[in-house]
């Protein structure tokens, strides 16, 4: 009988260690690895997008950034064996609908963020043993001439511009700090 309660509790405490997903040292790594992706996605399309601003300012960069963003994330998708995606609660695209989970992550970093409190990267292992990394991207100033507020940090040309693209574009009204989104990357493995 012993023996058998024994049992019983030890497959019951393998299970809960199972579906608590990450060891310290796997959540650690996981989020070494996220920041590593996420930093070199932000560098990578950050500038080829100043390259296209350089060369043509707003009228060449968000043209650039609706038909080259998703191939950019696609190719490091595939060099990171991950899935890399920028979510938000405020879409330019409509293609790129933010998940359920996504959306509670960006709501708790605002939360945090009104609150003044730290905001950190989120690892964690999902209901099928997916492994998530999710970090929040903060608006900086260039960010602002094609996210910010029209006749403060946006020109009216470069709205007209957007919305001729994007037509049901809410992705404006951002001030430096704010939180734009997040890095949503699903690991292969």
């Known amino acids: 009988m012993l023996l058998k309660k024994i049992t019983i509790l030890?497959?019951?405490?393998?299970?809960?260690?199972?579906?608590?997903?990450?060891s310290e040292k796997e959540k650690q790594e996981y989020t070494i690895k996220g920041k590593e992706i996420a930093q070199a996605s932000f560098n990578e399309l950050s500038s080829q997008l100043m390259t296209q601003m350089q060369a043509g300012g707003p009228a060449q960069a968000v043209p650039f950034c609706k038909e080259q963003a998703a191939p950019i994330?696609?190719?490091?998708?595939?060099?990171?064996?991950a899935n890399i995606k920028r979510?938000?609660?405020?879409?330019?695209s409509c293609k790129i609908e933010p998940t359920?989970?996504?959306?509670?992550?960006?709501?708790?970093?605002k939360k945090l963020i009104s609150e003044k409190k730290d905001i950190q990267p989120i690892v964690e292992?999902?209901?099928?043993?997916?492994?998530h990394f999710y970090a929040p991207i903060i608006v900086k100033?260039?960010?602002?001439?094609?996210?910010?507020?029209?006749n403060e940090t946006m020109s009216v040309k470069t709205d007209s511009i957007i919305k001729s693209i994007y037509p049901f574009d809410i992705?404006?009204?951002y001030n430096e700090g704010d939180l734009r989104g997040v890095w949503s990357i699903t690991f292969n493995k």
Request: charged letters at 20%; proline letters at 0%.
């Open 10 to 22: 030890s497959l019951f405490i393998s299970l809960i260690s199972c579906s608590s997903g990450f």
């Open 73 to 81: 994330l696609a190719q490091l998708s595939s060099k990171y064996d």
């Open 87 to 92: 979510s938000s609660d405020l879409l330019r």
């Open 100 to 109: 359920e989970r996504e959306l509670e992550i960006i709501y708790g970093y």
């Open 125 to 131: 292992v999902d209901s099928d043993n997916k492994k």
């Open 141 to 150: 100033t260039n960010c602002l001439v094609c996210h910010g507020k029209v």
């Open 171 to 173: 992705a404006t009204g």
